[in-house]
């Protein structure tokens, strides 16, 4: 089975600075990744997906991840940080057994962004 | 376009009692999932519906259980609710197709008193 670490169940930075949210898997096959937002009160909302194309991926709200097979890192990244972007961000990887499919997340990392 | 959809928001039960939550999905999309999301201990795969058939189901027991419409909404049901069933419902769907993204709804938020 496969299984999603995300280093960090807490990130404080402050508005403008770097954010960065780190993500491991295991996965045996090339795998399928995502990175979700949860604002509060609210569903998940797909922030960027790896699909096996560029390692080097873009999603909204200027965040951006790079697939790193070597270090089996999916690893969230914005330059600068926003009020705004104060949520929950969930690491997750598509899990296929027999035909069968679900989403494996990891546990969260809550996000905090200070004045 | 219209996302995914559920009812009701917010939802009250007494232990013992049954809740039934509802979604529905992206217009295309033919595969609905459930999770649960209770309070520290993450998300965790419910169930997967597609085609009218379930086709996976996560480690949960069996009064939690689930059906989807010819028109690929879905409903879950939970039988002799308990405190600890007290979490927010996620629904989300996609298209069985290359990618495996999954769109969420807005989520049931369950309180089992």
């Known amino acids: 089975a496969q299984s999603v670490t995300q280093l960090g169940s807490h990130v404080s930075v402050s508005e403008g600075a770097l954010v960065l949210l780190r993500c491991n898997y295991s996965?045996?096959?090339?795998?399928?990744l995502f990175w979700y937002v949860q604002y509060p009160n609210q569903g998940l909302q797909l922030l960027l997906k790896y699909t096996s194309a560029a390692t080097l991926v873009k999603g909204i709200n200027g965040f951006e991840a790079e697939f790193k097979k070597s270090e089996t890192s999916f690893h969230l990244t914005k330059p600068s940080a926003h009020m705004s972007d104060a949520a929950e961000y969930f690491c997750a990887v598509s899990e296929t057994i027999q035909g069968a499919q679900k989403l494996v997340f990891g546990q969260g990392t809550r996000l905090t962004i200070n004045p | 376009e219209a996302g995914v959809t559920q009812s009701p928001t917010h939802l009250i039960k007494t232990r013992g009692q049954q809740a039934t939550l509802r979604c529905s999905p992206i217009?295309?999309?033919?595969?609905v999932y459930w999770y649960q999301q209770a309070l520290g201990l993450g998300l965790q795969f419910l169930l997967w519906?597609?085609?009218?058939?379930?086709?996976n189901r996560g480690n949960f027991p069996p009064r939690f259980s689930g059906r989807q419409f010819p028109n690929y909404s879905s409903e879950l049901n939970v039988n002799a609710l308990e405190l600890e069933d007290s979490a927010l419902y996620l629904c989300a769907s996609s298209f069985l197709g290359v990618t495996y993204e999954q769109y969420f709804g807005p989520g049931t938020r369950l309180t089992v008193t």
């Open positions: 519906y597609d085609e009218g058939e379930e086709r």
């Open positions: 996965s045996s096959v090339p795998p399928y």
């Open positions: 217009s295309g999309h033919t595969s």
